[in-house]
């Protein structure tokens, strides 16, 4: 098993992706995003893998990969289908630096799942900034 984590470019908290899943699952059974590239591990993805998503600088949530689909795009070209599970889990807010695409995350390498019950999966865009500033690259 593997993860992934990915930038959520347009995305400015949790509830932006949900709400990004949300409108998706009003045409599909499950959320899903296209990337142009198939990930070669795709069977460690689609194998208890999830993706951590990035916003403003900071991972704040994951979902579980459900599938990874090689796809033809309108061009013609090979691409890539992530399906997840539509529920989002909340962890640690981890700093990440900017990046294109995506990359593979080692599950020891991966934020902890906050404790339910423990915070809301929202960070105040204040203390997001400060985590920001504070980050060493």
Same mark, same amino acid.
């Given at each position: 098993m593997i993860h992934m984590v990915k930038l959520c470019v347009g995305?400015?908290?949790a509830a932006?992706?949900?709400r990004w899943q949300q409108r998706l699952m009003k045409t599909s059974p499950l959320p899903y995003h296209h990337t142009r590239m198939v990930p070669k591990r795709a069977g460690e993805l689609? @194998?208890?893998g999830s993706i951590y998503w990035v916003t403003k600088g900071i991972i704040l949530v994951r979902q579980r990969?459900?599938?990874v689909r090689e796809i033809t795009d309108r061009g013609g070209r090979k691409a890539c289908e992530l399906v997840f599970d539509p529920e989002l889990?909340?962890?640690e807010p981890t700093p990440?630096?900017?990046f294109q695409g995506w990359r593979y995350l080692q599950p020891g390498d991966a934020p902890a @799942?906050?404790?339910q019950g423990s915070?809301?999966?929202e960070m105040p865009a204040k203390l997001r900034a400060k985590l920001r500033d504070a980050m060493v690259w």
């Open positions: 995305a400015d908290d932006d992706i949900e689609s @194998d208890g990969i459900m599938d889990v909340a962890v990440k630096r900017a @799942d906050l404790k915070g809301t999966i």
